[in-house]
């Protein structure tokens, strides 16, 4: 018995052994098939990336190393400056109008604008999903989606005619609140040029982020709402407690979109200074920007404001994607 006990010991021996060896030789054969696939993996990516540094990390890296010096337009000769072109945007008035305006002006459109067009472009979604027709629902995207492909100068020019004073929107707002012949300064006044070029930007914008909002809305598994309207929840239970938290990726997603967005706007803000309206009250980065490096010819400064701008786009993503993830560790 113990011979045969022996002799069954060895031959299980035997038998791991074998299995041993057999998936030893199995295993760099499938590691060598995962490197294969990951070396062309990164060869297909390889003109993406190269695409991405010559329009991208070039420009930035060209445009930092720029802002250091005090080059012009019209001269071939400069010089390294150092902090110099920071120093004078941040001190001085730049022809009467300063850096610090240019930013009160640019985070004033951008928090009058992205926070109502992420809500109410989600309400929209929302309302479209709920249309049962497949038609009335392609109708009404193609109806909100149609000012996104106009170009902005169009945009911008079709408005401006908009809000003269013998204009729909003027006899609109006498309509509304029940007046006559009352002229509302819709490119006069400082306060409502800045909320019409909010209009403006509104108006294009909403469309293209509604789409965005259906299609997160549309990946959300119907079962589960069946689920909960068998559980007795109402609709905007449902709304609250299942498709806000299903749809958190794609709300972050279309938030850093939309305010990066605002804060590179810079056509409609033009197109109104060059039809007459004060330059100061719109005067955002980007524009401020394009009259300091294309008018006055000081690309030095142009560039140091452009680095500053980069900067305060980066720091706002960053927040807003820790605050992001700081709910969610909350939640969990």
């Not at 337009?73 to 004078?88: C, D, P, V």
């Not at 709920?130 to 079709?158: C, G, H, M």
């Not at 490119?187 to 209009?199: E, F, G, K, Y």
Request: positive net charge.
């Amino acid at each position: 018995m113990a011979l045969m006990l022996k002799s069954k010991d060895k031959t299980v021996s035997t038998k791991t052994k074998e299995k041993a060896v057999s998936n030893e030789r199995i295993k760099p054969k499938r590691y060598s098939i995962e490197r294969k696939e990951a070396r062309w993996g990164f060869v297909f990516t390889i003109p993406c990336l190269v695409f991405f540094a010559i329009f991208a990390f070039y420009p930035i890296i060209y445009a930092f190393i720029t802002s250091l010096t005090d080059r012009r337009a019209i001269s071939r000769t400069w010089s390294f400056s150092g902090l110099e072109n920071y120093i004078y945007i941040f001190t001085k008035d730049n022809g009467g109008f300063p850096l610090s305006n240019s930013i009160r002006a640019t985070l004033v459109f951008t928090l009058g604008t992205f926070i109502p067009m992420i809500i109410i472009s989600l309400i929209v979604a929302v309302f479209l999903m709920q249309l049962r027709k497949n038609r009335q629902r392609a109708f009404f995207q193609f109806v909100y989606y149609t000012p996104a492909v106009l170009s902005s100068v169009v945009a911008a020019t079709i408005w401006m005619i908009l809000f003269d004073p013998r204009g729909l929107v003027n006899q609109f707002s006498n309509f509304v609140l029940g007046t006559s012949g009352v002229d509302y300064n819709w490119l006069v006044n400082s306060t409502m040029l800045q909320i019409s070029t909010m209009l403006v930007y509104f108006w294009k914008y909403i469309g293209y982020f509604v789409i965005l909002f259906i299609t997160g809305l549309a990946a959300i598994p119907p079962t589960i709402y069946e689920a909960a309207t068998v559980d007795g929840a109402s609709r905007w239970k449902s709304f609250w407690r299942i498709t806000l938290p299903l749809l958190k990726p794609t709300t972050v997603m279309v938030s850093i979109m939309a305010m990066l967005q605002c804060l590179k706007t810079f056509s409609t803000q033009y197109m109104f200074h060059q039809g007459g309206a004060a330059r100061r009250p719109i005067d955002v980065i980007t524009m401020n920007i394009y009259f300091t490096g294309i008018r006055n010819g000081r690309l030095g400064r142009a560039c140091a404001m452009s680095i500053v701008l980069f900067c305060i786009m980066l720091i706002l993503s960053y927040l807003q994607l820790a605050f992001t993830r700081s709910a969610e560790e909350v939640e969990y």
